[in-house]
């Protein structure tokens, strides 16, 4: 069947079809998206503002009208930290329901923390062993760990990228004195966690998802996208480091020149770089694999796996030899 998924993200709010069935990988079709940046539109105590309601409705009604052109027969959407947050969450689904006739559903931060793990076992597979994944998005960090396809544990903390940059720079560059504070903010943030997740068991794998991840792996070396999903990419710790550093003297207009950064996210990287640093500091963990798959596949595969399969063949015994 052909599917839709409307992930109405912090930074991004997309559309993504694929044809799929219960057993066999999502194959995407389509895909539609803008950077719309909703977190960066909460206004007074973070309600959602007149100006991102209008354009979020607008969006999500041409996004409706797209999957009927393209033969979805069903539509999944999502809403995320952005939306969760906001004080008039409510108000903005009630109206999104309304003008669209479909249901929109809030994840929780440790919803989409497990969803995202299943999305990177499935593509991983059962040989990669306990998985510790990461998750930076534009208004949380989901981390989850275990050795099945639903993890041990799994926690978000407050801390993506684009509300950091948000909550914690007030100019461009940064000034010292910030990005300093901001790395104390988020080790402290972190640490709390290790210890939970820690006592699960030593990960045999350490994985990253995310347009941040992504755009620091490339910076740091990592093939670009054009190479295809296939290609095998990492980020060593030692090779992020310095560029922490570097990150932190460069404006946004100088970030979005560097290899696999967007002029979109350009701004909210050195935030995204400082989590991962932390990150990767506390658990030590040298090395990330790079996942393709990350929550809009999960929500997918779970949807799937709702769905009824093709009978198996009998394999009695008795059946067997006579045939």
């Known amino acids: ?10 930074n991004t709010v997309h559309l993504l079809i694929v044809d799929a069935h219960r057993g066999g990988r999502p194959w995407p079709a389509y ?41 979805v027969e069903e539509v999944l959407a999502f809403a995320t ?50 998985l510790l994944v990461f998750d930076i998005g534009g208004g949380s960090l989901e981390i989850a760990s275990g050795i099945d396809e639903d993890p041990d544990v799994a926690v978000s903390l407050p801390l993506g990228a684009g509300r950091l940059t948000r909550e914690r720079f007030s100019s461009d560059p940064p000034r010292p004195r910030e990005v300093r504070e901001l790395r104390r903010h988020v080790r402290a943030e972190i ?14 794998q350490a994985v990253a998802t995310s347009k941040t991840f992504r755009s620091l792996a490339r910076i740091a ?18 090779d992020l480091m310095p560029w922490v550093e570097r990150l932190a003297t460069m404006s946004a207009a100088d970030r979005a020149d560097l290899p696999g950064v ?14 991962a640093d932390a990150a990767m ?5 040298p090395q990330l694999q790079i996942c393709p798959w990350a929550l809009r596949e999960g929500v997918i595969l779970r949807r799937l796996d709702t769905m009824p399969t093709r009978p198996l063949p009998d394999l009695n015994p008795s059946n067997l030899s006579a045939n």
Do not use: C
């Not at 960066?40 to 009927?68: M, P």
């Not at 990592?222 to 295809?228: I, L, M, R, T, V």
């Not at 967007?262 to 989590?275: C, N, P, T, W, Y």
């Open 1 to 10: 069947m052909r599917l839709g998924v409307l992930d109405l993200g912090s």
């Open 31 to 71: 895909s539609h998206k803008l950077e719309l940046r909703l977190a960066d539109l909460l206004e007074n105590g973070n309600r959602l503002s007149d100006k991102g309601i209008k354009q979020l409705n607008a969006f999500v009604t041409e996004a409706i009208e797209v999957a009927e052109d393209k033969g």
């Open 81 to 130: 930290s952005a939306i969760r947050d906001a004080t008039n969450s409510e108000e903005v689904l009630a109206g999104l329901r309304a003008a669209i006739d479909a249901d929109i559903h809030i994840l929780s931060g440790e919803d989409e923390s497990r969803l995202t793990f299943l999305a990177v076992r499935r593509w991983l597979g059962w040989s990669s062993g306990r």
């Open 191 to 204: 640490a709390r966690t290790v210890g939970d997740i820690a006592r699960n068991g030593e990960p045999d």
């Open 221 to 238: 070396g990592a093939a670009p996208s054009s190479d295809g999903l296939y290609v095998e990419r990492m980020l060593d710790h030692e």
């Open 262 to 275: 967007s002029q979109g996210r350009a701004r909210q990287l050195l935030a995204g770089a400082i989590v």
């Open 281 to 285: 500091d506390l658990f030590e963990i």
